[in-house]
């Protein structure tokens, strides 16, 4: 099993930057995807989660309207949109896959994860 997030890097506050996590070695298409940080000193938290099919979506409140989550079934990855981004954003990226979402508390049962990406917001 692999997940394999990619796309951060060092962006000024305003920017954006789009996250990818490619997969494999698992039936993506059975599980809700997940994006996860952790902050330096800070426990890990929840980003976003999105279902299999797209119909239930979660975003923690800090990314509202400044992220979009999507999938590509056919590719097995999962994408990470971030606008607007601030310092408070800055922190490892994690993907992963989980057995259930629900759209207020956001992923649950996760069952694989991936490395992390490291975003790094600062002017």
């Known amino acids: 099993v692999q997940l394999q997030a990619s796309g951060g890097g060092v962006v000024q506050p305003g920017g954006s930057l789009r996250l990818s996590c490619v997969t494999s070695?698992?039936?993506?298409?059975?599980?809700?995807m997940g994006w996860f940080r952790q902050a330096p000193g800070k426990e890990r938290e929840k980003v976003s989660c999105?279902?299999?099919?797209?119909?239930?979506?979660y975003y923690v409140d800090s990314v509202k309207g400044r992220s979009t989550i999507s999938r590509d079934n056919a590719e097995n990855t999962v994408y990470l949109q971030l606008n607007s981004l601030k310092p408070e954003d800055t922190a490892v990226y994690y993907c992963?896959?989980?057995?259930?979402?629900?759209?207020?508390?956001?992923?649950?049962?996760?069952?694989?994860w991936g490395e992390g990406t490291q975003v790094t917001v600062s002017s």
């Open positions: 992963a896959a989980a057995r259930f979402i629900d759209t207020i508390r956001g992923c649950g049962g996760m069952e694989y």
């Open positions: 070695g698992f039936t993506f298409n059975y599980y809700a």
């Open positions: 999105m279902s299999v099919s797209g119909d239930m979506i």
